[in-house]
């Protein structure tokens, strides 16, 4: 992971759009959102932001556990964030006010003047690693994990580094993960072509998945018009987490994209899509260019493509995102997908909520 770039889409405050209304739909479902990749955490040696409405700091202690927690010091309050002068002393927290330090599993161990006092502790919250990309289990009423996300998909030497690219717009994790079923729009949007769904949507808890497969044509760099006939298959765990997995048939080549929602403040939420592609061995004729190109570039070379397009895509369906209204009671047609479904699939990460207040 060599590379992260962001780019912040918010719209100034004085031309924010307004939000949705009564109609909106709740800000924070529950689930595993994305937190930061481990790289950057251990680059940063503490990382402070607001997520899921909360402040949060995230640390690696000596023996490579990542902590997420709470940025409020048990003791008097402070906030433990690094733009307050929290910091990451030999894998402990140390707080600004009076220098209380906290190990991974956030517990006080030690103060500068008196014995730890054992109630002290820090709200953390439950981590999972994928890959290297560290996520945090968000609870309605902060109650435990319910389910999990997938194990690591199997990597290897022919996988290419993850690259990461994040936006922040206005936006809401349910709406966004529509898309990944809301197969009308792939053409009108984003101008796939012979648009197919393979099989229906399927549902187990917590997972659902989702196929299809489509046909384009286009420029790619300025420089190659490229043919690809691609099969999609979409996991999704949850609101916050979605890979989708590509098979361009005709080149053989293999690419992943996660996509992860994050809700911030209520209003905006920040899109993390992280890409890796699979070594083409033998590209063919219509990227013949890239067979000069030495192996190892070659993976890099065509992640950095791809998600340059995936982001060109994202963007276009974010200036639709940040002025949608959302829809308790569609009015849908018969070529819409399987809208329906996946609004009663995401019922359930709204556990808080009476069910007849439960979004459609
Ligand atoms: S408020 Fe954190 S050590 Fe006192
Ligand atoms: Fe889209």
Not at 146 to 173: N, V
Not at 269 to 286: A, D, H
């Amino acid at each position: 992971m060599s590379f992260t770039e962001s780019a912040d889409l918010r719209t100034s405050d004085t031309n924010r759009p307004v939000m949705n209304g009564v109609d909106a739909l709740p800000p924070f479902p529950e689930g595993w959102y994305f937190v930061a990749s481990r790289e950057s955490i251990l680059r940063e040696k503490l990382i402070e932001k607001t997520w899921l409405g909360v402040e949060i700091v995230a640390w690696c202690d000596k023996v490579g556990s990542i902590c997420v927690a709470d940025a409020v010091c048990p003791h008097l309050g402070s906030h433990l964030g690094p733009a307050v002068g929290g910091q990451v002393c030999n894998g402990r927290l140390v707080c600004p006010l009076h220098g209380f330090e906290f190990d991974a599993t956030g517990q006080c161990v030690a103060t500068p003047n008196a014995p730890a006092p054992r109630a002290a502790k820090l709200k953390v919250y439950e981590t999972r690693e994928i890959l290297g990309m560290i996520f945090a289990w968000f609870g309605s009423d902060g109650r435990p994990s319910q389910w999990d996300l997938p194990t690591e998909p199997t990597t290897s030497t022919e996988w290419s580094e993850l690259r990461f690219h994040t936006l922040r717009f206005r936006g809401h994790p349910q709406e966004t993960t529509e898309n990944g079923v809301d197969f009308g729009h792939l053409a009108y949007v984003h101008g796939y072509d012979n648009v197919q769904p393979v099989g229906s949507v399927a549902i187990d808890g917590a997972y659902l998945k989702s196929c299809f497969d489509f046909k384009s044509v286009r420029r790619v760099a300025g420089l190659w018009d490229i043919e690809s006939d691609i099969s999609t298959v979409t996991h999704v765990y949850g609101l916050g987490y979605s890979l989708v997995e590509f098979h361009e048939k005709t080149i053989g080549m293999d690419a992943r994209l996660w996509v992860f929602a994050t809700p911030v403040d209520g209003e905006l939420i920040e899109m993390t899509l992280v890409s890796q592609v699979r070594e083409i061995r033998k590209p063919r004729r219509f990227i013949s260019g890239l067979g000069f190109v030495p192996m190892k570039l070659r993976h890099r070379l065509m992640n950095l493509i791809i998600l340059r397009n995936e982001k060109k895509f994202v963007l276009q369906d974010v200036v639709i995102w940040e002025r949608k209204q959302y829809r308790p009671i569609p009015r849908l047609c018969r070529a819409d997908g399987p809208i329906g479904k996946y609004r009663r699939y995401c019922r359930q990460f709204y556990p808080d909520l009476p069910r007849s207040l439960r979004p459609q």
